[in-house]
Protein backbone atom coordinates (compact mmCIF):
# COMPACT_ATOMS: atom_id res chain seq x y z
CA UNK A 1 0.00 0.00 0.00
CA UNK A 2 1.57 3.53 -0.98
CA UNK A 3 1.81 5.88 2.06
CA UNK A 4 0.14 8.98 1.53
CA UNK A 5 1.70 11.84 3.91
CA UNK A 6 0.84 15.48 4.37
CA UNK A 7 2.50 17.58 7.29
CA UNK A 8 1.83 20.79 8.82
CA UNK A 9 4.65 22.26 10.66
CA UNK A 10 4.58 25.35 12.30
CA UNK A 11 8.27 24.95 14.04
CA UNK A 12 10.23 27.95 16.59
CA UNK A 13 8.95 31.38 16.62
CA UNK A 14 5.08 31.02 16.39
CA UNK A 15 4.70 34.33 18.87
CA UNK A 16 1.43 35.59 20.33
CA UNK A 17 1.74 39.12 21.75
CA UNK A 18 -0.74 40.38 23.74
CA UNK A 19 -0.79 43.90 24.86
CA UNK A 20 -2.44 46.19 26.77
CA UNK A 21 -3.08 49.68 25.58
CA UNK A 22 -5.06 51.59 28.35
CA UNK A 23 -6.29 55.04 28.05
CA UNK A 24 -4.78 56.74 31.69
CA UNK A 25 -5.62 53.84 33.56
CA UNK A 26 -3.93 50.51 34.35
CA UNK A 27 -5.25 46.94 32.69
CA UNK A 28 -3.36 43.82 33.83
CA UNK A 29 -2.89 40.42 32.25
CA UNK A 30 -2.95 38.05 35.06
CA UNK A 31 -2.94 34.89 33.51
CA UNK A 32 -2.57 32.72 30.40
CA UNK A 33 -3.79 29.06 29.29
CA UNK A 34 -3.34 27.09 25.74
CA UNK A 35 -5.01 23.71 25.42
CA UNK A 36 -5.63 21.75 22.67
CA UNK A 37 -3.67 18.99 20.73
CA UNK A 38 -2.77 21.82 18.49
CA UNK A 39 -0.26 23.33 21.46
CA UNK A 40 0.53 20.08 23.66
CA UNK A 41 1.99 20.59 27.26
CA UNK A 42 5.56 21.60 26.97
CA UNK A 43 5.44 23.43 23.44
CA UNK A 44 4.80 26.66 24.75
CA UNK A 45 6.48 29.32 26.85
CA UNK A 46 4.74 32.26 28.45
CA UNK A 47 6.51 35.54 29.52
CA UNK A 48 4.85 38.50 30.83
CA UNK A 49 6.53 41.52 31.11
CA UNK A 50 7.56 43.10 34.43
CA UNK A 51 4.23 45.69 34.70
CA UNK A 52 1.87 42.81 33.33
CA UNK A 53 0.54 44.57 30.49
CA UNK A 54 2.46 42.53 28.00
CA UNK A 55 2.47 38.55 27.54
CA UNK A 56 4.11 36.80 24.67
CA UNK A 57 3.67 32.95 23.89
CA UNK A 58 6.05 30.75 22.25
CA UNK A 59 4.81 27.87 20.17
CA UNK A 60 7.78 25.30 19.92
CA UNK A 61 5.36 23.17 17.38
CA UNK A 62 2.19 23.04 15.26
CA UNK A 63 2.15 19.93 13.46
CA UNK A 64 -0.67 18.23 11.67
CA UNK A 65 0.83 14.69 10.00
CA UNK A 66 -1.44 12.43 7.60
CA UNK A 67 -1.72 9.64 7.31
CA UNK A 68 -2.14 9.53 10.96
CA UNK A 69 -2.28 6.77 13.94
CA UNK A 70 -1.26 8.15 16.91
CA UNK A 71 -4.63 9.74 17.57
CA UNK A 72 -2.97 12.87 18.63
CA UNK A 73 -5.44 15.40 17.38
CA UNK A 74 -9.28 16.56 18.28
CA UNK A 75 -11.09 15.11 15.89
CA UNK A 76 -13.91 14.63 17.89
CA UNK A 77 -13.74 18.20 19.15
CA UNK A 78 -16.91 20.46 17.38
CA UNK A 79 -15.48 23.61 16.14
CA UNK A 80 -16.80 25.52 13.22
CA UNK A 81 -14.40 24.03 10.66
CA UNK A 82 -15.35 20.31 12.09
CA UNK A 83 -19.34 20.40 12.83
CA UNK A 84 -19.57 17.20 13.52
CA UNK A 85 -17.23 14.77 15.97
CA UNK A 86 -15.20 12.56 14.05
CA UNK A 87 -12.89 8.98 14.57
CA UNK A 88 -9.49 10.12 16.22
CA UNK A 89 -8.21 6.96 14.92
CA UNK A 90 -9.28 8.18 11.20
CA UNK A 91 -6.26 8.20 9.14
CA UNK A 92 -6.74 10.56 6.55
CA UNK A 93 -8.08 13.60 8.99
CA UNK A 94 -6.69 15.73 11.47
CA UNK A 95 -8.66 18.30 13.50
CA UNK A 96 -6.32 20.51 15.83
CA UNK A 97 -6.94 22.99 17.91
CA UNK A 98 -5.35 25.22 20.23
CA UNK A 99 -7.97 27.47 22.85
CA UNK A 100 -6.25 30.47 23.93
CA UNK A 101 -7.88 31.52 27.58
CA UNK A 102 -6.87 34.78 29.22
CA UNK A 103 -7.54 36.50 32.41
CA UNK A 104 -7.30 40.05 32.64
CA UNK A 105 -8.06 42.91 35.58
CA UNK A 106 -9.72 46.04 35.25
CA UNK A 107 -8.57 49.30 37.38
CA UNK A 108 -12.00 50.31 38.89
CA UNK A 109 -13.59 52.97 37.21
CA UNK A 110 -12.62 51.72 33.89
CA UNK A 111 -14.19 49.70 30.65
CA UNK A 112 -12.88 48.16 28.27
CA UNK A 113 -13.77 49.73 24.68
CA UNK A 114 -12.41 47.18 21.77
CA UNK A 115 -10.12 44.47 21.51
CA UNK A 116 -7.89 44.53 17.96
CA UNK A 117 -6.32 41.14 17.09
CA UNK A 118 -3.69 41.48 14.38
CA UNK A 119 -2.24 38.45 12.57
CA UNK A 120 1.13 38.25 10.05
CA UNK A 121 1.54 34.20 9.74
CA UNK A 122 4.37 33.59 7.20
CA UNK A 123 5.35 30.55 5.67
CA UNK A 124 5.79 28.24 2.82
CA UNK A 125 3.89 25.60 1.19
CA UNK A 126 4.51 22.25 -0.92
CA UNK A 127 1.27 20.49 -1.86
CA UNK A 128 -0.01 17.66 -4.25
CA UNK A 129 -3.67 17.14 -5.66
CA UNK A 130 -5.75 16.01 -3.58
CA UNK A 131 -4.42 17.42 0.07
CA UNK A 132 -6.45 19.93 1.58
CA UNK A 133 -6.00 21.85 4.54
CA UNK A 134 -6.63 24.90 6.24
CA UNK A 135 -5.94 27.52 9.35
CA UNK A 136 -8.20 29.29 11.20
CA UNK A 137 -7.89 31.99 14.14
CA UNK A 138 -11.23 32.89 16.11
CA UNK A 139 -12.05 35.59 18.67
CA UNK A 140 -14.60 33.41 20.58
CA UNK A 141 -15.72 35.43 24.03
CA UNK A 142 -15.43 37.90 25.81
CA UNK A 143 -16.64 38.13 30.14
CA UNK A 144 -16.45 41.10 32.23
CA UNK A 145 -17.93 42.85 34.87
CA UNK A 146 -21.34 42.61 36.41
CA UNK A 147 -21.71 39.28 34.49
CA UNK A 148 -21.46 40.71 30.95
CA UNK A 149 -20.83 37.94 28.50
CA UNK A 150 -19.94 38.91 24.73
CA UNK A 151 -20.15 35.17 22.76
CA UNK A 152 -19.03 35.63 19.19
CA UNK A 153 -17.31 34.10 16.70
CA UNK A 154 -14.99 37.01 14.97
CA UNK A 155 -12.99 35.59 12.10
CA UNK A 156 -9.52 36.84 12.59
CA UNK A 157 -7.72 35.10 9.83
CA UNK A 158 -8.43 32.26 7.70
CA UNK A 159 -6.04 30.51 5.24
CA UNK A 160 -7.51 28.06 2.98
CA UNK A 161 -5.71 24.88 0.62
CA UNK A 162 -8.19 23.88 -1.39
CA UNK A 163 -7.00 21.01 -3.84
CA UNK A 164 -3.42 21.25 -3.17
CA UNK A 165 -0.99 21.60 -6.80
CA UNK A 166 0.43 24.16 -4.59
CA UNK A 167 4.20 25.22 -4.46
CA UNK A 168 4.60 28.80 -3.00
CA UNK A 169 5.43 31.12 -0.36
CA UNK A 170 2.47 32.22 1.72
CA UNK A 171 1.39 35.20 4.50
CA UNK A 172 -1.57 36.01 6.52
CA UNK A 173 -1.91 39.63 7.06
CA UNK A 174 -5.10 40.92 8.83
CA UNK A 175 -6.73 42.96 11.70
CA UNK A 176 -9.58 42.87 13.15
CA UNK A 177 -11.18 45.46 15.52
CA UNK A 178 -14.13 44.10 18.44
CA UNK A 179 -16.43 46.50 19.79
CA UNK A 180 -16.56 45.58 23.58
CA UNK A 181 -17.77 48.34 25.33
CA UNK A 182 -17.98 46.52 28.18
CA UNK A 183 -19.53 47.37 32.14
CA UNK A 184 -17.62 49.50 34.19
CA UNK A 185 -15.31 47.92 36.41
CA UNK A 186 -16.30 48.52 40.22
CA UNK A 187 -14.40 47.63 43.66
CA UNK A 188 -15.07 43.51 43.99
CA UNK A 189 -16.05 43.28 40.29
CA UNK A 190 -12.66 43.91 38.50
CA UNK A 191 -12.17 40.61 36.38
CA UNK A 192 -11.99 40.23 32.33
CA UNK A 193 -11.68 37.35 30.56
CA UNK A 194 -10.68 36.37 26.57
CA UNK A 195 -11.16 33.55 24.87
CA UNK A 196 -9.56 32.78 21.33
CA UNK A 197 -9.41 29.70 19.24
CA UNK A 198 -6.87 28.41 16.73
CA UNK A 199 -7.11 25.83 14.16
CA UNK A 200 -5.14 23.59 12.18
CA UNK A 201 -6.97 20.92 10.23
CA UNK A 202 -6.10 18.48 7.24
CA UNK A 203 -7.37 16.13 4.95
CA UNK A 204 -6.76 13.80 1.88
CA UNK A 205 -9.98 13.35 -0.41
CA UNK A 206 -11.33 10.32 -0.77
CA UNK A 207 -10.45 9.51 -4.44
CA UNK A 208 -6.80 10.29 -3.40
CA UNK A 209 -6.34 7.84 -0.54
CA UNK A 210 -4.35 5.30 -1.36
CA UNK A 211 -2.05 6.74 -4.25
CA UNK A 212 1.23 8.84 -4.00
CA UNK A 213 0.24 12.36 -3.00
CA UNK A 214 2.36 14.08 -0.48
CA UNK A 215 2.48 17.84 1.16
CA UNK A 216 4.02 20.27 3.50
CA UNK A 217 3.26 23.60 5.24
CA UNK A 218 5.92 25.09 7.16
CA UNK A 219 7.28 28.18 8.77
CA UNK A 220 10.40 28.85 7.97
CA UNK A 221 12.97 29.89 11.74
CA UNK A 222 15.30 31.44 9.30
CA UNK A 223 13.71 34.61 7.91
CA UNK A 224 10.16 34.07 8.04
CA UNK A 225 7.81 34.83 11.23
CA UNK A 226 4.15 34.28 12.96
CA UNK A 227 2.97 36.61 14.97
CA UNK A 228 -0.88 37.45 16.66
CA UNK A 229 -0.77 40.48 18.55
CA UNK A 230 -3.76 41.43 20.57
CA UNK A 231 -4.56 44.88 22.34
CA UNK A 232 -7.12 45.55 24.75
CA UNK A 233 -8.66 49.55 24.69
CA UNK A 234 -9.84 51.10 27.51
CA UNK A 235 -11.40 54.23 28.74
CA UNK A 236 -12.74 55.59 31.82
CA UNK A 237 -16.21 55.47 32.73
CA UNK A 238 -19.02 58.18 33.06
CA UNK A 239 -21.03 59.03 36.09
CA UNK A 240 -22.21 56.42 38.60
CA UNK A 241 -19.98 53.72 37.26
CA UNK A 242 -21.77 53.48 34.03
CA UNK A 243 -19.86 53.02 30.58
CA UNK A 244 -19.25 56.37 28.34
CA UNK A 245 -21.60 56.65 26.04
CA UNK A 246 -21.32 55.66 22.10
CA UNK A 247 -20.31 58.66 20.04
CA UNK A 248 -20.40 57.59 16.53
CA UNK A 249 -24.06 58.06 16.60
CA UNK A 250 -25.94 61.55 15.27
CA UNK A 251 -24.92 64.38 17.88
CA UNK A 252 -27.93 67.02 19.12
CA UNK A 253 -27.60 69.72 17.65
CA UNK A 254 -26.47 73.22 19.81
CA UNK A 255 -29.39 74.85 21.59
CA UNK A 256 -30.05 78.43 20.21
CA UNK A 257 -29.81 81.46 22.27
CA UNK A 258 -32.30 83.45 23.93
CA UNK A 259 -33.77 86.83 21.85
CA UNK A 260 -32.55 85.58 19.22
CA UNK A 261 -35.35 84.42 17.05
CA UNK A 262 -34.10 80.69 16.64
CA UNK A 263 -36.82 78.41 18.30
CA UNK A 264 -38.92 76.96 15.71
CA UNK A 265 -43.01 77.75 15.00
CA UNK A 266 -44.39 76.53 17.82
CA UNK A 267 -41.70 76.83 20.44
CA UNK A 268 -40.26 79.18 23.00
CA UNK A 269 -37.04 79.57 24.93
CA UNK A 270 -37.02 78.55 28.26
CA UNK A 271 -34.42 80.13 30.69
CA UNK A 272 -35.31 77.07 33.21
CA UNK A 273 -34.23 74.51 30.69
CA UNK A 274 -32.16 76.09 28.86
CA UNK A 275 -33.72 75.04 25.64
CA UNK A 276 -36.89 75.76 23.66
CA UNK A 277 -39.68 73.92 24.77
CA UNK A 278 -43.59 73.43 22.99
CA UNK A 279 -45.24 76.26 23.50
CA UNK A 280 -48.60 76.21 25.48
CA UNK A 281 -50.93 78.27 23.32
Known sequence: MNKVFFSIMMLTMLFIVIVAEASGADFNFSQVDTKGSGCPIGTTSIVSSQDQNTVSILFDEMRVE??????????DVITDENPSRGR??????????CAIDIDATIAEGQQVDSVEVSIDFRGMSFLDQGVQALFHSQFLE????RAQSR?????????????????????????????IKSECAT??????????????????????????????????????????KV?????????????NPRTDGP???????????LCPRGYVFSPSFGRCIPSRR
Open 142 to 145: FKGP
Open 66 to 75: LPQYNQDNDN
Open 251 to 261: QRPDRPGRGHG
Open 231 to 243: KVNTSACRGNGRP
Open 88 to 97: KDDPYFSHKT
Open 187 to 228: RGDLKAHFSLLNIIKAQIQPQYRGSEVTGLISLDSADLKAAL
Open 151 to 179: RAKDMVARKVWRNGGVDEDWFIQSNKVID
